[in-house]
């Protein structure tokens, strides 16, 4: 079946600093992978997204690249701002059709000045 | 360009009762899904409908219900509530071309309801 496991939280940052989140995926062919974000008292927005192997999504000076042979989507920024304090969640979709996303337990973040 | 629009945003409900919780999609957009948000279980697929019909279904008791309108609005119902009900409950919604593939588009989700269940 399709699953996302991603690094436990919390994580605590100074400001500039980087941030490393872990993803890996198990899934059936190809799957489409996501970034979402989570802001306090807010929905889930789209952070970034790839749909095939090599792939790199990128935003707001995050970035992620869908590797295939280590089934992996890890989430990087090189220098974090307080606003980016958030939850992340990594997600998939797969092959067969179906429009469902498959979510990680997600990692909360807090950026400290 | 309105947003996904959920009502209500807080409900506080008795074991037992039941529950409507509604979703106005983008405009355009036709496809429409529900997640169930929890500490213990994270985020989890509830259903989806596409002009009107359900075409994909998570894992959960037949207590959750939904349905959609020939407006794209949903609604989905939870009957004889227990308290590991309790919950986020986000919609989210998207363009979803015939072809059901997400990859070139985007789920847009709304700020979601917080259900309790006393």
């Known amino acids: 079946g399709n699953s996302v496991t991603q690094m436990e939280g919390p994580v605590t940052l100074s400001e500039e600093a980087f941030l490393t989140i872990n993803c890996t995926y198990t899934?059936?062919?190809?799957?489409?992978l996501f970034w979402y974000v989570q802001y306090p008292g807010e929905g889930l927005q789209l952070l970034l997204k790839?749909?095939?192997?090599?792939d790199k999504g990128s935003n707001k000076g995050f970035e992620a690249t869908y590797r295939k042979e280590t089934t992996s989507f890890h989430l990087e920024k090189g220098s974090v701002q307080v606003s980016d304090s958030a939850v992340y969640f990594c997600?998939?979709?797969?092959?067969?059709?179906?429009?469902?996303?498959?979510f990680g337990t997600g990692t909360r973040l807090t950026v400290i000045p | 360009k309105a947003g996904v629009t959920q009502t209500p945003r807080y409900l506080i409900k008795t074991r037992g009762q039941q529950v409507t919780l509604s979703c106005s999609p983008i405009?355009?957009?036709?496809?429409v899904s529900w997640y169930q948000q929890t500490p213990g279980q994270g985020l989890q697929f509830l259903f989806e409908?596409?002009?009107?019909?359900?075409?994909n279904k998570g894992n959960f008791p037949g207590r959750f219900s939904g349905r959609q309108f020939s407006n794209s609005r949903s609604e989905m119902n939870v009957s004889t509530l227990e308290l590991g009900d309790s919950a986020l409950y986000l919609c989210?919604?998207?363009?979803?071309?015939?072809?059901?593939?997400?990859?070139?588009?985007?789920?847009?989700f709304g700020q979601g309801t917080r259900l309790t269940v006393v």
């Open positions: 989210a919604s998207s363009h979803s071309p015939r072809d059901r593939v997400l990859r070139n588009t985007e789920a847009f």
């Open positions: 899934a059936t062919g190809y799957p489409s």
């Open positions: 790839a749909t095939k192997a090599d």
């Open positions: 997600a998939l979709i797969d092959q067969t059709g179906a429009n469902n996303l498959f």
């Open positions: 405009s355009g957009h036709r496809s």
């Open positions: 409908y596409f002009s009107e019909t359900q075409r």
